[in-house]
């Protein structure tokens, strides 16, 4: 089950112009993880794996912190793990995520419905995640999610444009766009302060593993409680 927070978000009040200029945004970017999926069981999975390997016991209920940063930034800010040793622990995660954890997940509901839609209203869409590129081509292809998207960017296996800011860069450059003509949507504080990074409008979701706190800290534009509200800034 998703976190889902029964809070009313900090800018839902924002009608009119603000949400009229969201809706003539061309590009839209999604995060992957908390946003257009589910990863919950997968991702703690391969945690919990990767820490047995190098003589940590966790349980899987303490690990929802670590859903949606960098793995690297997972390992060393909360097991104390050298660059060394986190490059280790990353290959271990590895070893259970690339055969099983990428599959133990689920779509967030109402999810695809949103994305055609999108689609069939002229809009750009991409995924810009901090995961490796590799396994979220896997992952949205599995789901049949791959065919709303344009371009599908994240991180490089070897631990190189993992950072949000650069993954959006990426899209940006590729895709031929500037920061002002698209939103990046996501549920954690990466997504938010990468976008701001480039001056981009970001709305915060509160469906998935980022608290209200964490996203209105980081200076989100918006967020959206449900996938409804977030339907409602994207279309109307």
Same mark, same amino acid.
């Given at each position: 089950m998703m976190l889902m927070s029964s809070k009313t978000p900090a800018k839902?009040? #924002?009608? %009119? %112009?603000?949400? *009229?200029? =969201?809706?003539?945004k061309k590009l839209i970017l999604f995060d992957l993880d908390g946003t257009l999926t589910?990863?919950?069981? &997968? =991702? !703690?999975?391969s945690f919990q794996y990767a @820490? /047995?390997?190098? %003589? =940590?016991?966790e349980d899987r209920d303490n690990l929802l912190k670590v859903i949606g940063p960098p793995l690297w930034?997972?390992?060393?800010?909360? $097991?104390?793990m050298s660059r060394e040793e986190s490059d280790r622990a990353v290959q271990y995660y590895r070893e259970y995520f690339s055969e099983k954890g990428l599959y133990e997940n689920e779509v967030i509901e109402t999810i695809?419905? @949103? @994305? #055609?839609? @999108? +689609? /069939?209203? &002229?809009? =750009?869409?991409?995924?810009? !995640?901090? /995961?490796? !590129?590799?396994?979220?081509?896997?992952? *949205? +292809? $599995?789901?049949? *999610?791959?065919r709303y998207f344009h371009l599908i960017v994240g991180s490089e296996l070897d631990g190189t444009r993992v950072r949000k800011d650069e993954i959006i860069s990426?899209? *940006?450059?590729?895709? &031929?766009?500037?920061?002002?003509?698209a939103v990046m949507i996501g549920d954690r504080k990466h997504d938010i302060i990468g976008a701001r990074a480039h001056g981009m409008t970001s709305i915060g979701v509160l469906f998935g593993y980022g608290s209200e706190e964490e996203l209105r800290a980081s200076g989100s534009d918006f967020l959206a409680s449900s996938t409804s509200q977030l339907r409602q800034y994207l279309l109307g």
């Open positions: 839902s009040d #924002h009608y %009119g %112009g603000a949400e *009229l200029e =969201i809706r003539n589910d990863p919950k069981e &997968g =991702i !703690t999975r @820490l /047995k390997k190098m %003589g =940590i016991s930034d997972s390992f060393e800010q909360f $097991y104390a695809p419905q @949103l @994305l #055609h839609d @999108l +689609k /069939k209203n &002229g809009k =750009i869409l991409a995924v810009a !995640t901090s /995961k490796p !590129t590799i396994y979220s081509v896997k992952i *949205l +292809k $599995y789901f049949q *999610l791959d990426h899209v *940006l450059n590729v895709l &031929g766009y500037c920061a002002q003509e």
